[in-house]
């Protein structure tokens, strides 16, 4: 495991918009300064960002839209599948590409949300009195500029039956500055209670700079959660993961969900079998404490939430 931090004075500005990248499925190598001198020392780490030939293979049962998001599409820009949460994809571009990324494939040139689109899909969220959640994600959120979060939190912010804000983003981890003093005042006065939902998949993504920026949401009053995913050759392994829970905590962040491999075409070399996902989960339950276990998860189309694939049995 990798204990040293490295530090980046650099700072990427605001991403493209890289829908016709994807669009054109060349889902090319990116990867932040950080990333790559982490890449240098973890193979697990560049297992999740280096262009692996595997890609190109077809194989039976990955496709272009495995969890049903086209079917969830309520407006542009909103995804709509379970009661009272609903997601807004505020753009198609991340600082990194994980190579098993679930959206590799998805039309964002469809969603584009300029800002007539973003009324329109404020109104939809508005209309529902169900929605008490909204999910930030793309891409990644995060990489949008705080005007521009402002913009949208100031909406939401408005509509009278919303209690939450979730926002889905990898950038604490692959780019730590991102989080600033600007962004988290943005969420310290959003008027909403804010949850974020780190994505770190190995404990040699977390840093010195990552803790800081965890650091300073929490010091925003931000609830700090993490979703991994299981992967071949990066975290299949009960060690690694148990790891990945130690390292989280010690960073201020709780591990909540670790999903089974959405078969996205293009990352089947990823897929870790669902009885081995199992018994590395009863094996986390017997070494540590049961806040200390992610809920092992698939997500099925057209089912009303995340669907338990872990064994039963109570946490400690």
Do not use: W
Not at 179 to 184: E, N, Q
Not at 216 to 222: E, G, I, N
């Amino acid at each position: 495991m990798i204990r040293n931090a490295v530090e980046l004075g650099a700072i990427i500005p605001e991403m493209p918009d890289t829908t016709q990248h994807r669009r054109d499925a060349s889902f090319a190598e990116l990867t932040t300064p950080l990333v790559d001198d982490l890449a240098q020392l973890s193979d697990p780490v560049a297992r999740q960002f280096r262009l692996d030939p595997r890609e190109d293979e077809e194989v039976p049962g990955f496709t272009g839209d495995p969890v049903g998001d086209l079917d969830a599409n309520a407006v542009p820009g909103v995804l709509h599948k379970y009661r009272g949460r609903a997601l807004l994809v505020l753009t198609g571009a991340c600082a990194v590409h994980c190579r098993y990324c679930f959206r590799r494939h998805f039309p964002y040139g469809e969603q584009r949300l300029d800002e007539a689109a973003l009324d329109r899909a404020i109104d939809y969220l508005a209309a529902d009195p169900e929605i008490t959640e909204v999910i930030l994600s793309g891409g990644d959120p995060l990489v949008l500029s705080n005007r521009r979060l402002a913009r949208v939190i100031e909406a939401l912010a408005a509509i009278p039956g919303l209690r939450r804000l979730r926002i889905h983003s990898r950038l604490p981890s692959v780019r730590p500055e991102r989080i600033d003093a600007g962004l988290c005042r943005l969420l310290a006065e959003s008027g909403l209670p804010v949850v974020l939902v780190a994505h770190v998949n190995h404990a040699d993504e977390l840093t010195a700079a990552s803790r800081a920026a965890f650091e300073r949401l929490r010091a925003s009053r931000v609830t700090l959660l993490n979703q991994a995913v299981l992967l071949a050759g990066v975290n299949d392994d009960e060690t690694a993961l148990a790891d990945l829970s130690e390292a989280l905590f010690g960073q201020g962040v709780l591990p909540y969900y670790l999903h089974q491999l959405d078969p996205v075409a293009g990352a089947a070399h990823f897929a870790v079998d669902e009885a081995r996902g199992r018994a590395l989960v009863e094996a986390l339950r017997r070494r540590l404490p049961g806040y200390l276990v992610p809920r092992y998860v698939v997500e099925l189309p057209g089912e009303p939430s995340k669907t338990p694939v872990e064994g039963k049995g109570p946490g400690r």
